[in-house]
């Protein structure tokens, strides 16, 4: 081997060695990276798994119902045929229980009242009905049926501790003593919570329900959808397909990807300048609900879209420019379809966004009581987050069980507007 060779292998070896040590040191890197991006997935889901948990822990028990049957004595001396509504029905269901449980009622009329504060107003109203329905049932015995108190049902669910001071407690020991012995009579039973699903707002947790926010929210959404969603794919055709590329368009399409970022704060404050004061639309509305935010998805919507059209290859626009199309039919005959999948993506994904959205529906006046579900898109109306909102701040500990299922409604709500998504765009998708 000649001098020149074996200097050559030595020089060779060194550089062999400091590439295999190179080498090393990446792929160590790289195995910490994925490492990293293993414990960065299980620290997100650790944290989606404790806030599921806590909303279902808290909430579920919401779905259990419990409920009071009681015969009830009508009372001809008590109830006036010709006027059936003066009586005192929630006390004739107080004198029915204590009828069961033996006791009598003192002169003051405290027991009755002990007792009247384990029975929801449901089980009078109810009454009342049967009367009004039926007037001939007076000097009757019938049964009526409801929900127990809102405290009384936290007891059966074992949310108040019997063993705790009965000054730490709303019911006392003979209200729980008398709580047991109605389960024992097998007055009390429990069961799915449908009214929970079917009632509106209401001042007592035992009869609150998520109707009206539901059926307000999805009206909201109706007006927000009618609005932002054609409004914005037709301004990113325009500004993606057709509009010169001049310092105009620069300014405007900066602004739109500036309004993006605005806090939602700041569209409800627009909302209630412009369409509150100035256009005098009707507050707590599902109209303005969903103006207001149908001006926060407009930038998101047109974002989306400009990306979807952006992805369609040149050659589409190419081919049918080739045979004779015009700009026009390039656009809405074979571009806009095939970037379909994207448009609606990111119009669904929005709107989903725009559910979950409490602040500037406050400023326009949708955090109001409503009790009942809104006939048209003028009347006043609640909104799922808002409800959510309401409950959380009521001083009724039932309500805050409440909350969290209202949560899970609203989650429940987004999931199958995500769901939505993934089939339209898998039903709309096209390969090329």
Do not use: C
């Not at 074996?6 to 060194?14: C, D, G, H, S, Y």
Request: glycine share 6%; hydrophobic share 50%.
């Amino acid at each position: 081997m000649t001098d020149a060779a074996l200097n050559q292998a030595t020089i060779a070896r060194p550089s062999v060695a400091a590439m295999e040590a190179r080498l090393k040191v990446r792929r160590a890197r790289e195995a910490r990276f994925r490492w990293y991006g293993r414990l960065a997935i299980i620290i997100a889901l650790s944290f989606l798994a404790v806030l599921m948990g806590r909303i279902i822990s808290q909430g579920y028990s919401t779905f259990i119902d419990y409920r009071m049957s009681v015969p009830v004595y009508l009372d001809p001396s008590r109830i006036d045929p010709a006027d059936p509504t003066g009586a005192n029905y929630d006390l004739l269901v107080a004198d029915a229980v204590l009828a069961k449980l033996g006791e009598r009622d003192d002169e003051l009329g405290s027991v009755s009242g002990k007792v009247t504060e384990l029975l929801s107003t449901d089980l009078g109203f109810k009454l009342l009905d049967q009367v009004r329905a039926d007037p001939t049932l007076i000097g009757k015995t019938v049964m009526v049926s409801g929900p127990v108190r809102a405290d009384a049902a936290l007891f059966y669910k074992g949310q108040v501790d019997r063993a705790a001071p009965e000054a730490d407690r709303k019911l006392d020991d003979q209200q729980i003593a008398w709580l047991d012995r109605l389960e024992d009579l097998g007055m009390v039973s429990s069961g799915f919570n449908t009214s929970f699903l079917t009632r509106s707002d209401s001042t007592e947790p035992e009869q609150a329900g998520v109707l009206g926010a539901v059926v307000g929210s999805a009206m909201m959404l109706l007006v927000t959808a009618i609005l932002s969603v054609p409004i914005g794919v037709l301004a990113a055709v325009y500004l993606e397909e057709f509009a010169p590329k001049n310092r105009w368009t620069s300014i405007v399409e900066v602004n739109i990807n500036n309004l993006a970022a605005v806090p939602s704060i700041v569209y409800g404050l627009l909302g209630l300048a412009v369409f509150i004061n100035w256009l005098a639309a009707p507050r707590s509305s599902p109209l303005v609900g969903g103006l207001v935010l149908a001006l926060m998805a407009l930038p998101t919507v047109i974002i989306a879209t400009r990306s979807a059209l952006k992805a369609v290859p040149p050659s589409i626009r190419e081919a049918a420019l080739g045979v004779g199309a015009s700009r026009t039919q390039t656009v809405f005959h074979h571009v806009l379809p095939l970037a379909m999948p994207g448009v609606m993506t990111g119009a669904i994904l929005s709107l989903a966004h725009a559910l979950g959205e409490t602040a500037p529906l406050l400023m326009v006046g949708m955090v109001s009581f409503v009790p009942g579900v809104p006939a048209g898109f003028t009347e006043a109306a609640t909104v799922l987050p808002v409800q959510v909102f309401i409950w959380e701040n009521a001083s009724e500990r039932a309500f805050h069980e409440r909350t969290a299922a209202a949560i899970m409604v609203l989650l429940v709500f987004m999931i199958v507007m995500n769901l939505a998504a993934i089939i339209v765009r898998r039903r709309f998708e096209r390969r090329w």
